[in-house]
Structure formats: C-alpha cells, structure tokens
C-alpha cells in the first residue's frame, strides 16, 4: 500500500545544530508539504512543493528550507536549531496540478525537542 | 488570511451520545477536511469535503460553502473517538495550502 513515512520519530538536539527530518511517500504524488504542531497554534504551513525542483515558503519558514531531488523525498532541514523549534512536525502530500483542491495524506509526525 | 474557527474547544461525552463539532471560515474555499488526532498523535482522514454532505459509518459531515461552515456529526460515540478533531481549509486559489482551525478536543467516557 502507498504510504507516507517520517524519520526520526523523535529527535533531542542541542542550540545550533543542523538537523535534518526526512519525509518520503509512495503514492507518487506532486504536491509535498511540511507543517509544525504547537499546542495553542494547531498546525502551521513551513514549506510546500509543487514538483521536483521546485519548492515555496509557507506561513513560518524562518530558519528552516527545503529541496526537492525527486518525487519521493522532502527532506526538511534545521539550518541552526533553536529552542522555538521544539515542535512536532508533520509531512503531507496530494496528488494533482497547483491548482489545490486535492485531498492531503499526512505522515505519523517527528517529534522534535532542542535543548 | 483565512480564519478557521472550531467550536467547542473541549467536549465530554458518555458513551453512547451524539455530538456536533463546528467549523466556520471566513473566506470562499476549495477544499476542507476534516482530521482526527488520535492519542498517539497521528493525524487520520475523515472527510474530505468542499461541499455537500457525506457519511463514513457512525460519523457523517455537512459542509455549507455559501454560508461558510461545515459541521462533523459523531453518533454513537466511542472511547476509541477521543482525541482533537481539526477542520483545514483551502482557500481559493489556494494552491493547496491548508490552514487548520485549532481543534475540538473530544474526550468519551465510559
């Protein structure tokens, strides 16, 4: 069955340090998606991609980027973890043109915590 | 941008009740879904629902696009139906971004 899977599903990381999450579907979908989970916020949209190379910033992209190599993957990066960062974080994808209107599949989420 | 507001915030139930959870958006949209948040943190389909009505067993969704707002029904409710409820929505021209309200958190009790 095509799913969506994220890994780690918890990480503990220390100020200044690069992470990285992974995020990988298997329903070869176009449209990938990274949001973060905070109590009092609901989700909010990071980064988005409409297709491979292409990648766009969401709602509250400081301090995190993208790319996109491939159908696959969008792997999301932590270019200097902060504390503010500490969040959970879910990846989704849907299928269709950026048009919208697609229904999103999410993953099981990554758990995030910076010391 | 677009407001999402879901109401209750909180909700008990016995099990065995009924119960009505409400989303209201402030703008026209092109997708709306709705989520259950389970205890374990994972985020499940329900509905995908821009419009009309729809049912999945116990549970059944009514999204009004011209008035904004759409309504999950939950019959019948069981233990296992705890957790948050989100509503997300698309705004038109969107590009298939959601925005999610801020939940329902739905607790049954035995």
């Known amino acids: 069955d095509a799913e969506i899977t994220q890994s780690p599903r918890h990480k503990i990381t220390e100020t200044g340090r690069q992470v990285t999450l992974a995020c990988h579907q298997t329903?070869?979908?176009?449209?990938m998606f990274w949001y973060r989970q905070d109590l009092g916020h609901g989700l909010r949209l990071i980064h988005y991609?409409?297709?491979?190379?292409?990648?766009n910033k969401g709602e509250v992209s400081d301090g995190y980027s993208v790319s996109r190599s491939n159908t696959e993957d969008l792997p999301l990066t932590l270019e200097s973890a902060a504390s503010s960062q500490t969040s959970v974080y879910f990846c989704?994808?849907?299928?269709?043109?950026?048009?919208?209107?697609?229904?999103?599949?999410f993953g099981p989420g990554t758990r995030l915590t910076v010391l | 941008g677009i407001q999402v507001e879901q109401s209750p915030p909180d909700l008990i139930l016995q099990e065995g009740a009924n119960s009505t959870l409400r989303c209201n958006f402030s703008d026209s949209v092109n997708n709306l879904q709705w989520f259950h948040q389970n205890p374990w943190g994972q985020l499940i389909n329900l509905f995908y629902i821009p419009s009309g009505t729809k049912q999945n067993g116990r549970l059944s969704a009514t999204t009004v696009a011209t008035e904004r707002y759409s309504l999950l029904y939950i019959s019948s409710s069981q233990t296992t139906d705890s957790g948050v409820y989100f509503c997300a929505v698309e705004l038109t021209g969107g590009g298939n971004k959601l925005t999610f309200g801020t939940g329902t958190q739905l607790k049954v009790e035995l």
């Open positions: 991609s409409y297709g491979v190379q292409d990648t």
């Open positions: 329903w070869n979908h176009n449209n």
């Open positions: 989704a994808s849907s299928d269709g043109l950026a048009g919208g209107g697609n229904e999103q599949f």
